[in-house]
């Protein structure tokens, strides 16, 4: 064991899967392609050193709502400027 704590490369694994831990959250929520992912990001820096925030923020990572393109698509379209009523298709 004492052969285990003075390598360098335990050390470097370890703190390597704590930081990948850390950010879990951020990458669940960027692979999913969340809306707001700001949110959660923000929530995962703040909260992901204490023993209760880090789940939340995984939670909040898993169950956020995705982005909807075919819902920008039709907000894009409707409410795009009018066009002149002489250049409407007959």
């Known amino acids: 064991m004492t052969t285990?704590?003075?390598?360098?490369?335990f050390w470097l694994a370890?703190?390597?899967?704590?930081?990948?831990?850390?950010v879990l959250p951020t990458l669940v929520a960027l692979a999913r392609g969340v809306d707001d992912i700001a949110i959660i990001m923000l929530f995962n820096a703040i909260c992901c050193?204490?023993?209760f925030g880090w789940p939340i923020a995984l939670i909040l990572a898993i169950r956020w709502p995705r982005h909807d393109p075919s819902r920008t698509e039709f907000r894009q379209r409707h409410h795009a400027a009018p066009t002149h009523p002489s250049r409407e298709p007959r």
């Open 4 to 9: 285990l704590q003075n390598s360098i490369y």
């Open 14 to 22: 370890l703190i390597g899967l704590l930081a990948f831990l850390a």
């Open 49 to 51: 050193t204490t023993v």
